[in-house]
């Protein structure tokens, strides 16, 4: 029987590739309800993707990395790619209404209104770097 498995192995094309080492042995745990619930709590801040090798690692003292999010840096990243993507927008507004200016009203006209513009996108200048080193800030201190 073994020799069919084998010859079979050697000349299939298809399937899943044969493990050199399979797991084929199996343990059960049983837990109390306080148990479960440590365990529970230990496996999700592990931020292991499945029980099983939550255990294997526990048993066999092997490391693994705790990974903890926080709310408040999820909302700041958030917030922060919104602002960029407002910015783009504001880019994309900026040219369209410069080209405007140029082609429905005079020089002077347009001179003044460009005037007008500019002062604003120095306050959008001024606010981008506050945010900039608000960045910087919240780099240094939490990475």
Known sequence: ???ETNSRSKWSKGGRPIKNDPAKNCVMVRFSDQE???F???????GVYAKSIFVKARVFNENFRVIK???????YVAKLTQLHA???AVGVNYNQVVKQ???NFSEQKALALLYKLEKITLELVTT????????E???????
């Open 1 to 3: 029987m073994k020799e």
């Open 36 to 38: 479960y619930a440590k």
């Open 40 to 46: 529970l709590s230990m496996y999700e801040e592990s």
């Open 69 to 75: 999010t926080d709310e408040g840096t999820l909302k």
């Open 86 to 88: 407002q910015f783009r």
């Open 101 to 103: 200016l140029k082609s």
């Open 128 to 135: 981008q770097q506050k945010i900039i080193a608000l960045c």
């Open 137 to 143: 800030e919240f780099k240094q201190r939490f990475f």
